[in-house]
Nanobody, 126 residues
């Protein structure tokens, strides 16, 4: 059983930056893909980015390409999401997640993920 804790969220002005962290406990993250998802008020949860292991293959939603960067540090059992040039449309609760099965690739389909964190709020507003 993997437990995730997200941190790093908060209130930021448009154009600002935040770095989210997703720290796992209960199991090492080696060989597991990890994804970041978000849910805006009144909208469905959507995939933002994911990263595989050990080849560190990454994927991004079109809406965040060029602005967000996902990375991982297996020694710290942590995955990061660096978010730059934030827009009001990036507002939402951000979740990290991992699938039950190890795989050398990752998908942005939330149905492929089994372990979820509790989420962290990101608000982009002036």
């Amino acid at each position: 059983q993997v437990h995730f804790v997200e941190s790093g969220g908060g209130l930021v002005q448009p154009g600002g930056s935040l770095r989210l962290s997703c720290t796992a406990s209960g199991s090492p993250l080696n060989y597991y893909a990890v994804g970041w998802f978000r849910q805006a008020p009144g909208k469905e949860r959507e995939g933002v980015s994911c990263i595989s292991d050990p080849n560190n293959m990454t994927k991004y939603a079109d809406s965040v390409k060029g602005r967000f960067t996902i990375s991982r540090d297996n020694a710290k059992n942590t995955v990061y999401l660096q978010m730059n040039t934030l827009e009001p449309e990036d507002t939402g609760v951000y979740y990290c997640a991992a699938p039950l099965v190890m795989a050398p690739f990752c998908l942005l389909d939330l149905n492929e993920y089994d372990y979820w964190g509790q989420g962290v709020q990101v608000t982009v507003s002036s």
